[in-house]
């Protein structure tokens, strides 16, 4: 039986059922089911409240911290939540009660009446706790992972939103066996790769677990994927934090995203919380809105979002009106008909056109926020363009600033000074005016947040000053000819396609009117930068030897290529292959054009339309997978998280 | 992709999910939303549980059932074609929990050898390679055969190598199995482990422990953070202002070095907690929440000032001591005051924010001053709907007269429209200009006397005059 991959990655969801259905249907008796709230809306996607009923569950709740659902003798209660230390602990103090209740006669094991299934994983040291708050026995622990989640066409998520906190601002890489144990399955679903080229530590350590975790059995199917491409956030920040010009990224910019959907509340959208209250200028707007809308962000169960995911932003909100109207003229024909006609029309054609209104308006509605929200979006842009290329940094320090007294933006303006750093280099002393300014904004307890970031690598750290003589000299303003990191590899990679010396200088002037260069994946962000899984992809698709390939991607340190169990950089596999050319041939050109891009700490819409632009490019099919979707003032949140 | 969420099911998702996933169909929908439960009282409580008894088949459960059968075939894909057998079972196993379950059908033989070496490796010598793999795979493994202090060590390292969630595990295994020297020891020479440790304690809120450990170690700066954090979030008044001062004098005095931001931060925090206890913040405290920032304190500040002309500089909670004393830059000042005073409908105390008199020359006249965009400012107080004289003022500052036509006309102040033309001598468009403007308006006269003044100009010309 011919199956497409898409068709298999839908199936995720039917692995997933049967992973949860293992669990379900070995609790005996009367089973209820408690949610912790975040997880309702990724759980939708693995199964329904119906599907759950027939697997013998009764009742559902949503899980309260702040109480326990008292429960009846004969019932089983199975509590649901992410695998977060915090929320276990409170759950164990909510089940305390019960280590006293119990009375000296031994309870039957067997039958036990509490179960807690964590998701992704259930941490070794969590039984150690139980035991120690003296529930072992009591309630029983489940491992729970859906693995990847299908949110739209060539969009994989693994759903876990803390993900970045914990490995790149904690240093804490609990998280990382379910990630392999989900790659792992997509060996089993689609194959293993020919080659696979990893960029950062975490990502060389999954391809280690994922070969320490052992073989799978070999897939039904032919292998789907040429090659796999699994890379670190930090390695490329930059499209995170710039703005990007795209439909899909700005929904994501300014509404919440859960699981695959966005919620379109005008009153708290992303932008509006992040400001504070007293200086927010005009407060009256439309309130009147009874219950905010959502809009699934999946092209197969909305055509219009499917139309214009990938468009520049201005483009496709112009459709979206254009739509309207035609929608308009199209429901005025009914006044020109006859009675007939009408009774056809309003039988057949009607409901599909009220439903399509209902879909075109909401998004609409969903745009017109977004403009007006971003307000003067133009300003941003040419800051972040100077930002990128370097373009008087004095300057660009100033306007943060003014950005930030006259429209501070908790998650945004920390953003940009954060794109300064990397981009140019942030001075302490620079960064210690600056958080004085953002602390009297924000409060004094969102000292903290400057340490984290600097954690993360976004931010200088700063420095404690010690009493002694070596002061003086470091003291002496030395120039400084460094270029950062991000400028040395985004400059051997070419992603900065806005540089004066570029061949195309046509992009810097006609910002958000219309997409200048349509040719360059770099028109996610108005031509300003090409996202490097993007940039990585074309280069694995258009090598047409080892040899080549380790030239490009030469003096980039952390890349590595995995072919079989051998891992090494470009160039040693380059050089190993011509040393032994006879047995084992060379992996590119690659034979199945089909990529995979994983991104661990979160993917961005800018990244996966730029990769979408190279696939059509090249006719090859690129699917990203992330454990989440981030917008740039969700990263930046993630610090806040203390 | 359709198939599976058909419609009526997601209707029944949505709806299902406000009443907390209920399958009752009774008429309080939300007795399963333990949430909204906590409002209504805990006396009431009991009964309404007892009145949530077995659930009723409704019609959509019914339809949902439906499609749930076909849910096994999504879009007549089966498991099958994209997993084998084998694999699925696989992933299941690896699923569970603990599977030390002797499998079915061994000959007493196996058994006993099987026994033997579970045995073996429980009292005598433990399996690194084993318990590292069981680990891994998220599976139960007793750790308490690791005796001596190098095989703590060799299981530290095996799972460290392999990251993951067991890191923890085990340095809670060799917490609770080695004395403090000991396991500080170990602590010392794995970083890595060191900040498992570390993230194990944030999370879990042991908030001495962890400021303890980070001390230990020599990181005093983010301990020092830490405590900053934990004496902000006490919510008595008194004891936020005692863990401050000590925070302060300990960090003063500890000789490992200072972070001027931190110090400066520390200071202006200890600074607006006797603010606030001395100055109670009017109206405005409902608004602004117990802990505020140091602008809302300054907004509050401004609502409460009188006297704008001369600002008391004795009084604490006059809005440019304030601003500082808490270091709040010009800027920020500027902005919260123009914000505060025009929502209070007192534009005439904007004169007295935006003027400076010359500190070096007091004879001199005091001058217009801001530390901002003015575009901004006249955009702000438009949108706050301030009257034309005072766009008009703030517009009269402006040297660049296109940019200052454009922005008068966006904010529709015709005034500076007519100034901005003067300047730029546009006679024509002025003359366009009266024609649109009501008559006998003071708009129009004052463009009458524009264009006359613009007319006769032309008679007195400029290289006439003498220069003074």
């Given at each position: 039986m011919d199956v497409t991959l898409e068709k298999k990655l839908q199936g995720f969801q039917l692995v997933a059922q049967e992973k949860l259905q293992a669990i379900l249907c070995s609790i005996p008796g009367k089973k209820e089911l408690i949610l912790e709230p975040e997880l309702i809306k990724p759980l939708e996607h693995v199964c329904t409240a119906s599907w759950l009923k027939l697997k013998g569950i009764q009742r559902i709740y949503k899980h309260d911290a702040k109480q326990r659902l008292p429960r009846d003798d004969d019932q089983v209660h199975i509590y649901m939540i992410r695998s977060l230390l915090g929320t276990y602990?409170?759950?164990?103090?909510?089940?305390?009660?019960?280590?006293?209740?119990?009375?000296?006669?031994?309870?039957?094991?067997?039958?036990?009446?509490?179960?807690?299934?964590?998701?992704?994983?259930?941490?070794?040291?969590?039984?150690?706790?139980?035991?120690?708050?003296?529930?072992?026995?009591?309630?029983?622990?489940?491992?729970?992972?859906?693995?990847?989640?299908?949110?739209?066409?060539?969009?994989?998520?693994?759903?876990?939103?803390n993900l970045y906190e914990c490995l790149y601002l904690q240093g804490n890489s609990s998280a990382l066996p379910a990630m392999a144990q989900s790659l792992r399955l997509l060996q089993m679903i689609?194959?293993?790769?020919?080659?696979?080229?990893?960029?950062?530590?975490?990502?060389?350590?999954?391809?280690?677990?994922?070969?320490?975790?052992?073989?799978?059995?070999?897939?039904?199917?032919?292998?789907?994927?040429?090659?796999?491409?699994?890379?670190?956030?930090?390695?490329?920040?930059?499209?995170?934090?710039?703005?990007?010009?795209?439909?899909?990224?700005?929904?994501?910019?300014?509404?919440?995203?859960?699981?695959?959907?966005?919620?379109?509340?005008?009153?708290?959208?992303?932008?509006?919380?992040?400001?504070?209250?007293?200086?927010?200028?005009?407060?009256?707007?439309?309130?009147?809105?009874?219950?905010?809308?959502?809009?699934?962000?999946?092209?197969?169960?909305?055509?219009?979002?499917?139309?214009?995911?990938?468009?520049?932003?201005?483009?496709?909100?112009?459709?979206?009106?254009?739509?309207?109207?035609?929608?308009?003229?199209?429901?005025?024909?009914?006044?020109?008909?006859?009675?007939?006609?009408m009774h056809d029309y309003v039988a057949r054609k009607l409901p599909k056109l009220t439903e399509l209104k209902a879909k075109v308006l909401r998004h609409l509605n969903a745009s017109e926020i977004v403009i007006q929200m971003l307000g003067n979006f133009r300003r941003l842009q040419t800051l972040e363009e100077d930002i990128l290329n370097n373009v008087s940094r004095k300057r660009l320090l100033t306007e943060i600033d003014e950005l930030l007294?006259?429209?501070?933006?908790?998650?945004?303006?920390?953003?940009?000074?954060?794109?300064?750093?990397?981009?140019?280099?942030?001075?302490?002393?620079?960064?210690?005016?600056?958080?004085?300014?953002?602390?009297?904004?924000?409060?004094?307890?969102?000292?903290?947040?400057?340490?984290?970031?600097?954690?993360?690598?976004?931010?200088?750290?700063?420095?404690?000053?010690?009493?002694?003589s070596a002061k003086l000299l470091s003291n002496l303003p030395l120039p400084k000819f460094q270029q950062t990191e991000f400028q040395a590899n985004a400059n051997r990679l070419k992603l900065l396609t806005s540089c004066a010396d570029s061949e195309q200088p046509a992009a810097a002037g006609s910002a958000s009117g219309h997409p200048a260069i349509k040719s360059c994946p770099s028109f996610v962000f108005n031509g300003m930068y090409i996202p490097l899984a993007a940039q990585l992809c074309s280069m694995l698709l258009n090598a047409t030897s080892s040899e080549q390939l380790a030239t490009k991607l030469a003096m980039i340190e952390g890349l590595q290529v995995h072919v079989g169990a051998q891992a090494s950089t470009p160039k040693a596999y380059a050089a190993h292959l011509k040393t032994a050319s006879t047995e084992n041939a060379d992996v590119f050109p690659l034979r199945l054009r089909n990529l995979f891009v994983f991104v661990v700490g979160g993917a961005n819409y800018a990244e996966i339309a730029a990769c979408d632009f190279v696939s059509k490019l090249t006719g090859a099919q690129i699917t990203v997978a992330s454990d989440t979707l981030l917008a740039g003032s969700d990263l930046i949140a993630a610090a806040f998280n203390h | 992709m359709e198939?599976?969420?058909?419609?009526?099911?997601?209707?029944?998702?949505?709806?299902?999910?406000?009443?907390?996933?209920?399958?009752?169909?009774?008429?309080?929908?939300?007795?399963?939303?333990?949430?909204?439960?906590?409002?209504?009282?805990?006396?009431?409580?009991?009964?309404?549980?007892?009145?949530?008894?077995?659930?009723?088949?409704?019609?959509?459960?019914?339809?949902?059932?439906?499609n749930s059968a076909a849910l096994g075939t999504l879009n007549h894909l089966s498991i099958k074609a994209i997993l084998s057998d084998e694999a699925l079972k696989l992933v299941l196993q690896e699923q569970a929990v603990d599977d030390q379950v002797m499998p079915k059908g061994v000959t007493p033989e196996e058994e006993l050898k099987l026994l033997r070496r579970q045995i073996q490796s429980t009292l005598y010598s433990p399996n690194l390679e084993l318990t590292a793999q069981r680990l891994l795979h998220g599976k139960v493994a007793p750790l308490e055969m690791f005796k001596s202090l190098v095989e703590k060590r060799k299981l530290l390292d095996a799972v460290l190598a392999n990251g993951g969630d067991a890191i923890i595990g085990v340095l809670l295994f060799l917490k609770r199995t080695l004395n403090v020297t000991q396991f500080n020891g170990i602590l010392q020479q794995r970083p890595k482990a060191l900040e498992h440790y570390l993230s194990y304690l944030r999370q879990c809120g042991d908030v001495s422990n962890y400021i303890d450990t980070l001390q230990r170690f020599g990181r005093h700066q983010e301990a020092a953070l830490r405590q900053f954090q934990?004496?902000?979030?006490?919510?008595?008044?008194?004891?936020?202002?005692?863990?401050?001062?000590?925070?302060?004098?300990?960090?003063?005095?500890?000789?490992?070095?200072?972070?001027?931001?931190?110090?400066?931060?520390?200071?202006?925090?200890?600074?607006?907690?006797?603010?606030?206890?001395?100055?109670?913040?009017?109206?405005?405290?409902?608004?602004?929440?117990?802990?505020?920032?140091?602008?809302?304190?300054?907004?509050?500040?401004?609502?409460?000032?009188?006297?704008?002309?001369?600002?008391?500089?004795?009084?604490?909670?006059s809005p440019q001591r304030f601003a500082a004393d808490q270091e709040i830059s010009p800027a920020q000042y500027e902005w919260t005051a123009l914000n505060e005073r025009a929502q209070s409908q007192a534009y005439a105390d904007l004169e007295c924010i935006f003027e400076r008199v010359s500190g070096w020359h007091p004879l001199k006249s005091k001058q217009f001053h801001i530390s901002f965009d003015l575009t901004l400012a006249v955009q702000r107080l438009f949108e706050l709907q301030a009257p034309a004289t005072v766009l008009q003022l703030f517009l009269s500052k402006m040297s660049n007269s296109p940019e200052k036509l454009v922005l008068a006309q966006r904010v529709k102040c015709i005034k500076a429209v007519i100034d901005a033309m003067v300047s730029m001598k546009q006679q024509q468009e002025l003359q366009q200009l009266k024609q649109t403007l009501p008559d006998r308006s003071e708009e129009q006269f004052y463009c009458e006397n524009a264009l006359k003044a613009l007319q006769s100009k032309r008679w007195t010309t400029d290289n006439i005059k003498l220069k003074l």
């Open positions: 602990q409170t759950l164990l103090r909510q089940l305390q009660p019960l280590a006293m209740q119990i009375s000296s006669e031994s309870p039957d094991l067997e039958l036990r009446a509490y179960h807690i299934i964590c998701v992704p994983s259930c941490y070794g040291y969590f039984h150690a706790l139980l035991e120690q708050a003296g529930l072992c026995g009591l309630v029983q622990l489940h491992h729970y992972n859906w693995d990847f989640i299908y949110l739209d066409q060539g969009v994989l998520s693994l759903e876990l939103p689609c194959g293993q790769p020919a080659v696979t080229l990893t960029f950062g530590n975490h990502s060389a350590q999954l391809m280690h677990l994922l070969q320490a975790l052992g073989t799978v059995p070999q897939p039904p199917n032919p292998p789907d994927f040429g090659a796999w491409l699994i890379m670190d956030r930090d390695k490329d920040y930059v499209s995170t934090l710039l703005t990007p010009a795209i439909y899909a990224g700005l929904l994501l910019e300014v509404f919440q995203l859960r699981a695959g959907e966005i919620v379109v509340d005008n009153a708290n959208n992303k932008i509006r919380t992040q400001k504070l209250h007293l200086l927010q200028g005009k407060t009256e707007y439309a309130t009147n809105q009874g219950k905010p809308s959502c809009i699934r962000l999946n092209s197969a169960c909305d055509e219009i979002y499917g139309d214009n995911r990938y468009k520049h932003f201005a483009q496709a909100s112009s459709l979206v009106r254009a739509q309207v109207k035609a929608l308009g003229l199209e429901l005025q024909k009914l006044n020109d008909m006859q009675l007939e006609e007294t006259t429209d501070g933006q908790r998650f945004n303006t920390l953003r940009l000074l954060c794109l300064l750093h990397l981009c140019a280099g942030v001075a302490p002393e620079e960064l210690q005016s600056f958080a004085r300014n953002y602390c009297n904004m924000f409060g004094h307890r969102e000292l903290c947040v400057f340490q984290q970031l600097a954690q993360a690598g976004l931010l200088p750290v700063l420095q404690p000053e010690r009493k002694t | 198939s599976q969420f058909d419609n009526t099911d997601e209707n029944y998702w949505n709806r299902s999910s406000r009443a907390a996933f209920s399958f009752d169909d009774e008429e309080d929908v939300d007795l399963g939303d333990v949430g909204a439960r906590t409002k209504t009282g805990q006396a009431s409580q009991s009964s309404k549980w007892d009145n949530n008894e077995i659930f009723n088949d409704d019609t959509i459960s019914e339809a949902s059932f439906d934990a004496a902000l979030s006490c919510t008595d008044m008194a004891t936020r202002k005692q863990q401050l001062q000590r925070l302060i004098d300990a960090y003063a005095s500890a000789g490992v070095g200072i972070i001027p931001l931190y110090e400066q931060v520390f200071h202006s925090a200890l600074k607006l907690q006797l603010v606030l206890e001395k100055e109670p913040l009017g109206d405005l405290s409902q608004r602004i929440g117990d802990n505020p920032t140091p602008i809302e304190v300054l907004y509050a500040c401004c609502a409460q000032n009188k006297n704008w002309k001369e600002q008391d500089m004795l009084k604490i909670s």
